[in-house]
C-alpha cells in the first residue's frame, strides 16, 4: 500500500496578512518541537504495518527552512530511519526567501529531498511589504541560486494575484520575470481574505483596497495562456508544471489517496477516515509523540462523504474525474448518484464529457466553487 506523508512545521519568522495557516513565531519552542515531533514519527513507524510505503513526503508550514540545519539534519534522519520509502519516492519541503543558507541545502542534499516549493508571490518589493512578506526579490533570486547550485531538486515558485493595489502589467512582470528561471513548477493563487487574519480585520473595518472580479479574472487568464506559451501545463486550477513535474503529493489529495499527518494541527486521511492533530503547541509537545493523545479529531467517512469528496477534489484536476474509475470505487454510475448536477452544468457548458472524463471547460474554472458545492448532498 502506497501512501504520502505530511509533516507540519508551524514556526515563521512572521505571520503574513493574509495567512491563516497554523502557524506562528516561536523560535524558543522549536527544539522542543522537534523533538516531540520526532517521536510522533518514531510512533507511527511502529504503528505502520510493512507493507506501507511512502510514495511522496511533504513538509509544509509555517516555514520549514526557519529551523536550523541541526533541527532540520535531525528531523530528515527521522523520516528515513522510521518509514518504508519508495524509491521512486517525491519529498517536497517548502522554504521561504532568506530563510535559506548554504548549511541548510548541503542538509537537504545528503537526503533524498528532490523538490523544494518557494514562496515568492511577487517580484514587486513594494508588494511583498504590502502583504506583510519579510524577504525582497533579491533574496528569492539568492535563495534559488543556493537550491540549484548546491542540491538537484526540483522547484516550485509560489505566486499570488489580486494583491491590494497590484496592476495587470505588475502581474505580467511577475510570469515573465519568474519564466527566465527555468522552474520546474509554478502554483498561481489568488488572494483570498480570511477571517481571523490581519487583512480579515482590515477587511471587516471597511480598510482593505477593493479589487475587482474583471481584473482578478484577466490576471488567471493571462496566467493561463502565458504560461502555456512558456511550456507549462496547467493540470489543476492553481498549478502549472513543465512535462512529468507535477506535484505528487497533491495529486494524493486530490485522488483521496492515504496519507498520514504529523506534527501540530496536521491532517490525516487513511482508510477512508479522517484524522485532526492536537493544536495547541505546548499540548502538542507535552503528549511527547503518543499518538493517542496528539489525534483528537476522527470523522469516518460514509459512501455519500466519499463520493463527494471524489467530485469536489477530481474536478479541481483538468483531467476531471473517470467514469469508469467512479464506478470502480463505488459500485454505481456517477450518472446515477448526480445526474441532476451533470446535465445542469454540461447544458450550461460550465462540464464536459470526454470519453471516460468529466471536466470543466474553460468557463467552467471561473465559476468552479459553484459547481463544487452543488455535488454536497
Known sequence: ???????????????????????FPKEDMQEAYINALVKEIENYGKMLDSTVV?????IGGG?????????????????????????????TIEANPGTITKEKVE???????????????????????KIGRRHMFKDWEESLKLIKT??????????????????????????ETVTQYDLEHISVYALIIEEGTCFGKLYEEGKMEEFSDELDREMYHFAQSYLKE?????????????????????????HRVSYIGVGLGARSLFEETRYANEENLKTYIE???????????????????????????????????????????????VWDVYKTQ??????????????????????GLDVCNEVFSSFLM
Not at 511512502?54 to 511533504?58: C, D, N
Not at 526540483?154 to 512582470?173: H, I, R
Open 342 to 363: 451533470l446535465d445542469k452544468w454540461i447544458k450550461y457548458n460550465i462540464l464536459v464529457k470526454e470519453d471516460d472524463h468529466i471536466k470543466l471547460t474553460a468557463y
Open 54 to 58: 511512502i510514495k511522496s513526503i511533504f
Open 230 to 254: 512558456k511550456g507549462y501545463h496547467q493540470y489543476e486550477i492553481s498549478n502549472w508544471a513543465k512535462p512529468n513535474k507535477e506535484c505528487q503529493h497533491n495529486l494524493i489529495y486530490w
Open 150 to 175: 548546491y542540491t538537484n531538486c526540483a522547484v516550485n515558485a509560489d505566486l499570488m494575484f489580486a494583491l491590494p493595489g497590484q496592476t495587470m502589467e505588475e502581474f505580467k512582470s511577475t510570469l
Open 107 to 129: 542538509v537537504i542534499a545528503k537526503y533524498p529531498i528532490n523538490r523544494v516549493s518557494m514562496g515568492l508571490q511577487t517580484t514587486h518589493d513594494y508588494l511583498l511589504k
Open 63 to 91: 516555514t520549514p527552512t526557519v529551523l536550523s540545519p541541526f533541527l532540520l539534519d535531525k528531523l530528515a534522519a527521522a523520516i528515513v530511519a522510521n518509514f518504508n520509502l519508495s524509491p521512486n519516492l517525491e519529498w
Open 287 to 333: 503528549a511527547a509523540g503518543d499518538i493517542t493523545k496528539i489525534r483528537h479529531e476522527e470523522d469516518r467517512l460514509t459512501k455519500t462523504m466519499c463520493m463527494e469528496e471524489y467530485m469536489f477534489l477530481g474536478l479541481r484536476l483538468l483531467e476531471g474525474i473517470s467514469e469508469s474509475d467512479f464506478e470502480k470505487q463505488f459500485g454505481q454510475s
Open 1 to 23: 500500500m502506497e501512501i504520502g506523508l505530511y509533516i507540519h512545521i508551524p514556526f515563521c519568522i512572521s505571520k503574513c496578512f493574509y495567512c491563516d495557516f497554523l502557524s
